[in-house]
């Protein structure tokens, strides 16, 4: 069974930085998409950034120039590296593995808090 495995949130004061890592195991497929999604309180669930066949990061607007989001293949791992964070990025942030047998997990949620 797959497992993701988030680490690397936390509080910390606006224009901070914060880096999130993702690590999946036990999948016996290659990975076909990745992404990083948020939900703030009382929100919906958001896109954050994806990469689709390990091609180019997209991201949404709020993070563009901000948020840098990359893939370790042989690790299984992504990352989300947090710049210049804002209060309004404050979010529980969740990331997704879809594999190769279009079968797909989310990481279990970490908490990020930007405030002063």
């Known amino acids: 069974q797959v497992q993701l495995v988030e680490s690397g949130g936390g509080l910390v004061q606006p224009g901070g930085s914060l880096r999130l890592s993702c690590a999946a195991s036990?999948?016996?497929?290659?990975?076909?998409?990745t992404g990083w999604y948020r939900q703030a309180p009382d929100k919906q669930r958001e896109m954050v950034a994806t990469?689709?066949?390990?091609?180019?990061?997209t991201y949404a607007d709020s993070v563009k120039g901000r948020f840098t989001f990359s893939e370790e293949n042989a690790e299984n791992a992504i990352y989300l590296q947090m710049n210049n964070l804002k209060p309004e990025d404050t979010a529980v942030y969740y990331c997704?593995?879809?594999?190769?047998?279009?079968?797909?997990?989310w990481g279990q949620g970490i908490r990020v808090t930007v405030s002063s």
């Open positions: 036990g999948n016996r497929y290659g990975i076909r998409f």
């Open positions: 997704r593995f879809i594999f190769q047998d279009f079968s797909g997990s």
């Open positions: 990469i689709t066949g390990g091609g180019v990061p």
